[in-house]
């Protein structure tokens, strides 16, 4: 390399030569490419904490969801004496047909009644339960069991013969009114935990917080 080279290179205004100043300094392709490293890191780094996020946030908001309704109903399975409760008030009353459980959170009485052989469907807003709840049955080989996402608030009850109902107290009075006005004479309503407000139970079973109520439509 000249001397002319030399004074002109902007990283050598020394005028020394090039290969000794390379070993005390490194080279600005180096810096750029170092440079160009730690960005790249960054937006993965960026990426993956962002799409961690977005996936958590996908996961929780059909949990968090039902608190941000007009009725607040979460999400809490029936307890096993719950389920078994449900379970003989379908016996003692011997319907067949159609039952729809309103909320059914992960399947559990909509796949127990399925084993007992009823055409079973369970309506449910959170689109991860009705998931699982679909697979369980396919799992389980239940053919007759169903889900769908759908708001409890908007089902055409007369197609059912037998509702049953984890719900909460103040969303009663609203449901024992939907009951009055579309199920058919002689279905029959399961409610858990709370009671309808009016109607008169022809058969309560078990106590405390798995206590059932069934009920006749006149
Ligand atoms: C108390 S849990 C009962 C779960 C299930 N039936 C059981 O006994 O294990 C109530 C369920 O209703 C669902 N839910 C809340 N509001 C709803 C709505 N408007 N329509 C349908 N499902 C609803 C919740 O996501 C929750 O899974």
């Known amino acids: 390399m000249s001397a002319i080279e030399k004074t002109t290179n902007p990283e050598n205004d020394c005028n020394c030569d090039p290969y000794l100043l390379s070993l005390v300094q490194p080279s600005t ?3 750029k490419n170092n440079k160009q490293q730690g960005k790249s890191t960054g937006l993965f ?8 996020a977005l996936s958590l946030t996908a996961i929780c908001y059909p949990f968090v969801a039902p608190a941000l309704r007009r009725v607040v109903l979460p999400f809490v399975p029936a307890s096993t004496n719950q389920v078994e409760n ?4 379908l016996s003692s009353v011997k319907t067949g047909g159609r039952l729809i459980d309103l909320g059914s959170g992960d399947g559990r009485i909509v796949l127990a009644a399925a084993q007992k052989g009823y055409q079973s469907h369970g309506v449910e ?3 991860v339960l009705v998931g699982y709840s679909k697979y369980s049955a396919w799992r389980n080989k239940l053919k007759n069991a169903t889900f769908s996402r759908t708001d409890l608030f908007k089902v055409n009850y ?3 013969e037998t ?8 969303m009663m009075p609203e449901l ?12 029959h309503v399961i409610a858990c935990r ?5 109607w008169k139970p022809i058969k309560i079973l078990g106590e405390g917080i798995d206590t059932v109520w069934l009920y006749e439509v006149k």
Do not use: C, H
């Open 29 to 31: 392709q180096n810096d």
């Open 45 to 52: 780094l960026a990426s993956i904490t962002g799409g961690l």
């Open 86 to 89: 449900v379970l003989k008030a």
């Open 125 to 127: 807003l959170n689109s």
């Open 158 to 160: 007369s197609k059912y």
């Open 163 to 170: 509702v049953v109902i984890f719900g909460v107290d103040e």
């Open 176 to 187: 024992e009114d939907l009951f009055k006005s579309q199920l058919i004479p002689s279905s």
């Open 194 to 198: 709370f009671p309808l407000p009016n």
